[in-house]
């Protein structure tokens, strides 16, 4: 198998006429890895998957690039491009349902999917339809000569995976693919997916502000806030290792992942509160130094699987544990780097 990356993006930068959406994102995703990039609303990650598709809409400038298996998408043409991600990338979206025209078989659908990625002839298709239908746990006969109106939710959930993988894309892309689904359903569906991606040899890159999904599926972990990549890293034992604040508070208020003894966290402020010089999350930040609202933070390579940006750590500042509250992370931080609370940018919150 490849080593080199499915999907390689770098300094992926997207701009409106108000903002700037994404800052010099960068991240790549190994054949058959499993990524999960996640953040709050607004963090930047849905931006960054219309932007690795070429479907921006087009008030927004986009630059730097995407390749997918080493094909620089930057240079084929809308068509090519278009063309191109169909054959190499599955999508799946959170609304399922809308990936599917009501008013025209499944069977037929399949097969137009399958004609339009570079399938083969009729009876290869029929063939691969059965195929991947019985994949993704569906019998063809139950659904082939339905209409999607015709199928129950979870039905059509799997028809939609099943879509999804049918031309055997090196890359899955899902996007808040279980985000209406409740806890149940949305683990039988990680499973599912999981069990495709066994079967294919496929990297999926899961978009997510779902943190409880990343822990049953995910091998790195993809942490953005503001547009900007804050830390990314692989996942080995029962607990992430992150040290990036902002992860840290993200990942600490979530119950499943907090030790017992330890407090649950919360973010101060809100995920609209988005520092455009520095650091985007320096508004929010128990840890924020005046460089903070300044100077973007580098990516600095913690080990070969952990990359992180944040000046304070860059300085050698790694709290150990998981706090409840800004001020205790503020005594923290002050026992390991001595910075005194006074030099921190919220020093009176
Ligand atoms: S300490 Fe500064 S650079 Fe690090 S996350 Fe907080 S605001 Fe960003």
């Given at each position: 198998m490849s080593k080199l990356p499915v999907l390689e993006v770098r300094e992926l930068t997207v701009r409106s006429a108000e903002r700037t959406l994404l800052q010099n994102v960068s991240f790549t995703v190994q054949p058959g890895e499993w990524r999960a990039l996640v953040g709050e609303s607004g963090s930047g990650k849905s931006v960054t998957a219309a932007a690795v598709m070429g479907m921006l809409p087009q008030e927004l400038e986009s630059t730097g690039t995407v390749f997918i298996e080493q094909t620089d998408l930057g240079k084929l043409s809308k068509r090519e491009r278009r063309r191109f991600c169909g054959r190499h990338v599955g999508m799946i979206f959170q609304d399922y349902a809308n990936s599917l025209t009501p008013s025209v078989r499944v069977g037929t659908q399949l097969k137009e999917v399958f004609r339009f990625s570079g399938g083969g002839n009729k009876k290869e298709a029929d063939a691969r339809i059965v195929e991947v239908l019985e994949q993704a746990e569906l019998s063809p006969q139950a659904v082939l000569d339905k209409y999607p109106f015709e199928l129950s939710g979870g039905q059509l959930q799997r028809v939609a995976i099943a879509m999804a993988v049918i031309h055997r894309p090196p890359l899955l892309i899902a996007d808040e693919a279980t985000a209406s689904l409740d806890a149940s359903t949305s683990k039988k569906m990680i499973s599912l997916i999981r069990n495709i991606q066994k079967q294919t040899g496929c990297a999926v890159l899961w978009i997510t502000h779902d943190l409880h999904t990343v822990s049953r599926c995910a091998d790195t972990v993809s942490v953005m806030y503001g547009g900007q990549m804050m830390e990314q890293l692989r996942l080995s034992g029962s607990e992430p290792a992150f040290v990036h604040p902002y992860s840290r508070l993200l990942f600490g208020s979530i119950l499943r992942l907090v030790p017992e003894k330890r407090p649950l966290s919360f973010i101060p402020?809100?995920?609209?509160?988005?520092?455009?010089?520095?650091?985007?999350?320096a508004l929010r930040c128990p840890y924020a130094v005046a460089s903070c609202d300044r100077e973007r933070p580098s990516p600095h390579r913690m080990t070969d699987t952990h990359e992180v940006s944040c000046h304070v750590i860059h300085q050698g500042g790694l709290p150990h544990e998981h706090s409840a509250s800004s001020g205790e992370l503020k005594k923290e931080l002050s026992q390991t780097t001595g910075i005194g609370s006074g030099q921190l940018l919220h020093s009176a919150r």
């Open positions: 402020g809100d995920p609209a509160q988005i520092s455009e010089r520095g650091c985007s999350f």
